[in-house]
Nanobody
């Protein structure tokens, strides 16, 4: 069992930056592929970024590639999402996830979400 708690969301102007953190409980954290998803009002949840258990492999949605960076510190059971050059269309609830499937459409564990709002 893995429990995930996100933090770091908030309101930022377009072009600004935010860093999301996800603290995980459970000794198996370091064995999981971790990731971030987001869901805007009226839209389906979408994949944002993922990182392998070792941190050696990452992948991103096309919409955030080059602007967002996912990283993890297994010693701290924490995964991060650095978001730069934010756009209004990045506004959404961001969810941390553990145990992503290869298709990046689902995960075994989810956090409660943190709101990110980007003003124009």
């Amino acid at each position: 069992q893995v429990q995930l708690v996100e933090s770091g969301g908030g309101l930022v102007q377009a072009g600004g930056s935010l860093r999301l953190s996800c603290a995980a409980s459970g000794r198996t954290f370091r064995s999981y592929t971790m990731g971030w998803f987001r869901q805007a009002p009226g839209k389906e949840r979408e994949f944002v970024a993922a990182i392998s258990w070792s941190g050696g492999s990452t992948d991103y949605a096309d919409s955030v590639d080059g602007r967002f960076t996912i990283s993890r510190e297994n010693a701290k059971n924490t995964v991060y999402l650095q978001m730069n050059r934010l756009k209004p269309e990045d506004s959404a609830v961001y969810y941390c996830a553990a145990g992503l499937v290869p298709t990046r459409t689902h995960a075994n564990y989810w956090g409660q979400g943190t709101q990110v709002t980007v003003s124009s």
